[in-house]
């Protein structure tokens, strides 16, 4: 049974003729006739009396077309139904930001795009740069704000990825460390330090990283809190190795106890913050339009940061 011999029976019972019926939907006469007599035989039921005159619905095709109304009836609200889930996904932006990353853009610039967009609903979910990864593939998100390095660029055969800024790392010592008086760092100055880390994905890379190169080196403690890091660092106990995006939010490099020596070494050299999508996704003109906000919104940003920390002046030094 094909929803068009449903419509055919309804035409048909409404034009009281095949070939009028045949003129309503486009087909042959021969067409309309044919398929109803299939459906005939594939119900066991006479649907239409054939006479001289036209054709007229049994007593039984009667209750068969009500019931085929209803059902196309139905397929309409189906399909209306669909439509609008349809129109609800295209106006959803989800974007997955990497956890730690500080934005102090994102309420401006989300309260513009609500004026500009207001059927755009933009969810903004933190994880790892990895479960952002993962997140994108399964479609669970539309494009994620990640670090781009050695492990999530693993992914770069179905990934598209666009650089936007290196990450810049920065040590962490009090106010009266030896250290503090250093305009930056390498390797070699931090022998004999005793660390405290954050516990995340792209940290725990790159420690584990520096630590066979330069190392090694002694680790007090390492946290997914970065209170307890500020503590420990702030009280003497040990010194710890941050982004930039850290050191421009920590309260205490604000307030002075804490002091952000930018760290001048190898290991970091090809990791970026920046966007990635999958390669066979396209966008809404309002997502892209939204991304491009984003984007923009970043890399202004960051051109303000170097002038809070001209970093770039200190690489020639690392050789």
Do not use: C
Not at 125 to 140: C, F, G, P, Q, W
Request: proline fraction near 3%; charged fraction near 25%; hydrophobic fraction near 40%.
């Amino acid at each position: 049974m094909q929803l068009e011999q449903l419509e055919y029976i309804i035409r048909v019972s409404e034009s009281r003729s095949f070939s009028k019926a045949g003129q309503i939907l486009h087909v042959s006469q021969s067409a309309v006739s044919q398929s109803i007599t299939k459906l005939e035989s594939e119900l066991g039921v006479k649907i239409f009396e054939r006479m001289h005159t036209g054709v007229k619905p049994t007593v039984e095709g009667m209750q068969l077309i009500k019931i085929a109304t209803e059902v196309l009836k139905k397929v309409d609200e189906l399909k209306d139904q669909a439509a609008k889930y349809n129109q609800s996904s295209q106006n959803r932006l989800s974007i997955g930001i990497v956890s730690g990353l500080h934005l102090p853009f994102l309420p401006k610039l989300l309260s513009l795009l609500k004026q500009e967009f207001p059927q755009q609903e933009i969810t903004l979910i933190e994880k790892s740069s990895l479960n952002i990864i993962e997140a994108i593939i399964k479609d669970e998100i539309d494009m994620g704000i990640l670090v781009i390095y050695e492990e999530t660029l693993k992914y770069k055969n179905i990934i598209t990825f666009k650089e936007m800024y290196p990450v810049n790392l920065f040590v962490f010592v009090d106010k009266h460390s030896p250290l503090a008086h250093h305009e930056f760092l390498l390797p070699k100055d931090l022998k004999n330090q005793t660390f405290v880390m954050f516990n995340g994905e792209f940290m725990n890379w790159f420690f584990n990283i520096f630590n066979q190169q330069n190392g090694p080196f002694k680790l007090l403690f390492s946290s997914n809190n970065n209170e307890n890091i500020s503590e420990a660092v702030r009280n003497g106990l040990a010194i710890a190795i941050e982004t930039e995006s850290e050191a421009l939010s920590n309260p205490f490099i604000k307030n002075g106890d804490i002091l952000a020596i930018p760290l001048i070494e190898d290991v970091n050299g090809n990791s970026f913050l920046g966007l990635a999508k999958l390669k066979s996704r396209t966008f809404t003109v309002e997502s892209q339009k939204t991304i491009n906000y984003f984007q923009s919104e970043i890399q202004d940003m960051f051109q303000e940061r170097k002038s809070i920390f001209p970093f770039e002046k200190y690489l020639k030094t690392k050789d």
